[in-house]
């Protein structure tokens, strides 16, 4: 595809705190050559894979605190950012981004790395995105972590996501690292930092500004149908082990709607509830050592 980008310079991600990781690139995904998506790959080539897909405002280091624990259980893991997002590139024009345009980023990307066993770990539009996996990839993942997200099936919105769909729309220069320490006060300075670091300007933020306006509010919205299948497969088909963690202090997708989501999510047992807020990766080491000793058991 043609769209004009800007490329956050890579001196922006130099000395990340805890992601020394090297980014893997695709710059031929069927659709959006063109384009070029960065993603995290560590781990055996032939291990199980974890695919952990990450939300608003955030990129792969989100997840720096869980890849530890998941490689040194012989997992592979890979990370992409989204188009808009960390080391990816990120279109300029805010209407590029469409539930359509992530939607087909995700499926490309599975499809060009020739993914097989995963283990689903999501969380915000990670989870948005991801669970509708099992519609277009219905033998692609075998295990599911899933954390403070949803299904974008189109009902009315709370006040909560109302006010902060509204904020966004109107910061159009959102401070993401002022964002992210003020949602998670345990982050020192310079993981804040590491949270901003794709974003140096206004003009590296369309992608930030746009998600939350493609969260499905009314039923003729982008997704909606294929998330309506998703939680039918989740609900009557999934036989897979799940482990659910719930950052209770999220004040949009705290523990109210993720409890309604367990009751989505056939065979899910109890929750990890934990202290942090909407990023629940921040614990992300608990997370997955939790999730891996249940089901060890």
């Known amino acids: 595809m043609t769209v004009e980008f800007v490329r956050t310079p890579d001196d922006r991600f130099a000395d990340l705190p805890d992601f020394g990781y090297q980014p893997h690139y695709l710059e031929d995904l069927p659709d959006f050559e063109g384009l070029r998506l960065a993603y995290i790959d560590e781990g055996p080539r032939d291990a199980p894979v974890a695919l952990c897909l990450h939300g608003e405002p955030s990129w792969s280091y989100l997840y720096r605190k869980m890849i530890p624990v998941l490689l040194e259980h012989g997992y592979r893991v890979v990370a992409p950012d989204w188009f808009g997002f960390g080391r990816s590139d990120k279109p300029v024009d805010d209407d590029v981004y469409t539930w359509d345009f992530h939607h087909d980023t995700m499926t490309a ?35 599911l972590i899933i954390m403070n997200t949803g299904f974008n099936v189109g009902v009315e919105p709370t006040e909560g996501f109302v006010a902060w769909r509204d904020y966004v729309a109107n910061t159009p ?45 009314s039923p003729d919205m982008g997704g909606v149908e294929i998330s309506k299948q998703a939680v039918d497969f989740w609900a009557n088909r999934w036989q897979g082990p799940t482990f659910m963690a719930i950052g209770k202090d999220d004040p949009v997708l705290g ?33 997955a050592t939790a999730a891996l000793a249940s089901w060890a058991e």
């Not at 066993?117 to 669970?131: C, P, S």
């Not at 930092?193 to 969260?215: C, D, H, M, S, W």
Request: glycine share 8%; proline share 9%.
């Open 109 to 143: 990307f599975v499809d060009a790395l020739g993914l097989s066993d995963v283990t689903l770990i999501v969380q915000d539009w990670g989870g948005l995105l991801g669970l509708t996996l099992p519609v277009t990839h219905p033998e692609l993942i075998s295990r």
């Open 173 to 217: 220069d959102l401070d993401v690292a002022e964002l992210l320490q003020r949602s998670e006060p345990t982050l020192s300075d310079v993981e804040a930092a590491a949270y901003g670091a794709p974003f140096p300007g206004p003009e590296y933020k369309a992608g930030v500004r746009r998600f939350p306006q493609l969260v499905a509010t």
């Open 255 to 287: 523990e109210p709607v993720m409890q309604r989501m367990r009751a989505f999510i056939n065979g899910c047992p109890e929750p990890l509830i934990l202290d942090v807020g909407h990023f629940v990766q921040e614990a992300g080491d608990q997370v």
